[in-house]
């Protein structure tokens, strides 16, 4: 897991390096998320990087019954992960990110949800890793590992302090 994590550590300072401008002139979320999936995905080769992706084969990717997530389509039924690295012939789901710029005020608890159901071992789509990133201008503020549905907390720890000084380097 520690492998793959780096590869987003990589990502996370190759987007700061090269995004500034986004930031700058406070783009939105979503223009956000597709260029970090640019960094990611040259992160990992023989894997598929998509933002919004709520497939698996050909099966539209479904909350389990009674969440709480909200969703963007009018049935409330589809979920759409802001970035995943998967295998969409296989289907072989390894990584989501959830990313939101530090601005954004709206609770944190939808992303959170969302990254639970997504590396809940027990749907059929789970996710081996998900990732929660809060972004601001110069540096990620907040960051959650998360693994089997619950946030790994030591993982957690030890992914923010290589994220802290993986980005102390590049500056």
């Known amino acids: 897991m520690q492998t793959e994590l780096n590869k987003v550590i990589a990502a996370v300072r190759d987007f700061y390096a090269h995004e500034g401008f986004l930031f700058e002139k406070d783009v ?67 990584l989501t990110v959830e990313i939101r710029k530090a601005s954004n005020h709206t609770p944190l608890e939808h992303d959170r949800h969302k990254l639970r159901a997504l590396t809940d071992a027990h749907v059929w789509f789970a996710y081996w890793i998900g990732v929660l990133l809060v972004l601001d201008k110069q540096h990620v503020t907040m960051s959650e590992v998360y693994v089997s549905g619950v946030v790994d907390e030591p993982l957690s720890r030890w992914f923010a302090t290589r994220l802290e000084s993986g980005l102390g380097a590049a500056h």
């Open 28 to 94: 939105g979320e979503r223009a956000v998320t597709h260029r970090f999936a640019v960094y990611l995905e040259k992160q990992f080769a023989g894997w598929s990087v998509d933002c919004n992706y709520d497939r698996l084969g050909e099966r539209t990717l479904h909350l389990p019954h009674g969440t709480i997530i909200s969703t963007d389509d009018h049935l409330g039924k589809s979920i759409y992960p802001d970035v995943v690295v998967h295998q969409r012939e296989i289907p072989n789901n390894l």
